[in-house]
């Protein structure tokens, strides 16, 4: 199983950018799917996970500005990003609770993608 993320890059302060996350594999499903983020210096944090049913929770420093979404379909979870700022530079990875059948047994493993870069500045 393989997280590819994409998206990222410069952006200006108030500006907007959107990062996706597709999971490939032979899996059974996926449970939650989730981006966090890690600034220069800081330890990685969650920024917003959504349930395979769709119930979303943020940190408080991206609620109203950011919203996370997922496709179950492409197996893919979305981050919007708006009215971004100069604490929003990091580099983001996407998280994917991957839920496998072998042996008569269900089995949940954390995956994480490969991690994107995101430059706010002007």
């Known amino acids: 199983v393989q997280l590819q993320a994409s998206g990222g890059g410069l952006v200006q302060p108030g500006g907007s950018l959107g990062l996706s996350c597709a999971a490939a594999?032979?899996?059974?499903?996926?449970?939650?799917m989730g981006w966090y983020r890690q600034a220069p210096g800081k330890e990685r944090e969650l920024v917003a996970v959504?349930?395979?049913?769709?119930?979303?929770n943020y940190a408080d420093s991206v609620k109203g500005r950011f919203t996370i979404s997922r496709d179950n379909a492409k197996n893919t979870v979305y981050l919007q990003m708006n009215s971004l700022n100069a604490e929003d530079t990091a580099v983001y990875y996407c998280?994917?609770?991957?839920?496998?059948?072998?042996?008569?047994?269900?089995?949940?493993?954390?995956?994480w993608g490969q991690g994107t870069l995101v430059t706010v500045s002007s």
């Open positions: 594999g032979r899996f059974f499903s996926i449970n939650d």
């Open positions: 959504i349930t395979s049913g769709g119930r979303t």
């Open positions: 998280n994917a609770q991957i839920v496998t059948y072998y042996s008569s047994k269900f089995r949940q493993t954390d995956y």
